[in-house]
Nanobody, 131 residues
Framework: QSQFAESGGGLVQPGGSVTLSCKAS????????IGWFRQHPGKEREGVAC????????SYADSVGGRFTISRDNRKKTIYLQMNDLEPEDTAVYYC????????????????????????WGKGTLVTVST
């Protein structure tokens, strides 16, 4: 079964940093574009950062550009999200998923229906930004 396991979340103070990890299992990670998505309470999942199969192309939501960095290590089957200068608005459950469509990383991160356009969703990891 293809799946991701997210980790690294927790309580962080505003302005702080955290790195999330996402370990893939059940499939060859290098064959897919992967994205980090987040879900605020009562809202739909939204794209945060996406990365191409080899890591050469990335795309970020406007709200996190310049603060977050996505990277991948295909040998370790792991995707990372370095989050800096965190804001209370970044509080959410963070998930990673693989793309099911042949499209750019920008299109992937802008997906309006990520639940049906991606798969292998894990249980997510909660990031809380608060004093």
């Amino acid at each position: 079964q293809s799946q991701f396991a997210e980790s690294g979340g927790g309580l962080v103070q505003p302005g702080g940093s955290v790195t999330l990890s996402c370990k893939a299992s059940g499939f060859s990670l290098g064959g897919y574009k992967i994205g980090w998505f987040r879900q605020h309470p009562g809202k739909e999942r939204e794209g945060v950062a996406c990365i191409s199969e080899s890591g050469g192309w990335t795309s970020y939501a406007d709200s996190v550009g310049g603060r977050f960095t996505i990277s991948r290590d295909n040998r370790k089957k792991t995707i990372y999200l370095q989050m800096n200068d965190l804001e209370p608005e970044d509080t959410a459950v963070y998930y990673c998923a693989r793309d099911l469509l042949q499209r750019s990383v920008h299109e992937m991160c802008s997906a309006t229906h990520p639940n049906s356009e991606m798969d292998s969703w894990g249980k997510g990891t909660l990031v809380t930004v608060s004093t």
